[in-house]
């Protein structure tokens, strides 16, 4: 079992960029996918970026280009680099660890980003 920690998160204005961090309690060298989702109250859970063990990298259309994760098996680290962030941005940003097996999946508990207008 992995544990993840989030940090990051903050208030910013519309256009602004923050980078999100997430720091695993072991190693993520073996972890299939290490992802970020978002939560907005009301809302269903959505997949922001998703990393693979092989490099390759998937996005939600709505941040393609803007946003841009990766992830650091040596220090056991995935980040967000977020760019030219909007208010539609605004959510609570959640780490996953996905082991690929239908079972072993590991949340953190989340940071708060807010985007003003």
């Known amino acids: 079992q992995v544990q993840l920690v989030e940090s990051g998160g903050g208030l910013v204005q519309a256009g602004g960029s923050l980078r999100l961090s997430c720091a695993a309690s072991?190693?993520?060298?073996?972890?299939?996918?290490m992802g970020w989702y978002r939560q907005v109250p009301g809302k269903q859970r959505e997949l922001v970026a998703v990393?693979?063990?092989?490099?390759?990298?998937n996005y939600a259309d709505s941040v393609k280009g803007r946003f841009t994760i990766s992830r650091d098996n040596s220090k056991n680290m995935v980040y967000l680099q977020m760019n030219s962030l909007n208010p539609e941005d605004t959510a609570v940003y959640l780490c996953?660890?996905?082991?690929?097996?239908?079972?072993?999946?590991?949340w953190g508990q989340g940071t708060q980003v807010t985007v003003s207008s």
């Open positions: 990393a693979l063990g092989g490099g390759i990298t």
């Open positions: 072991g190693s993520i060298s073996s972890i299939y996918a």
């Open positions: 996953n660890a996905d082991y690929g097996n239908g079972v072993w999946r590991y």
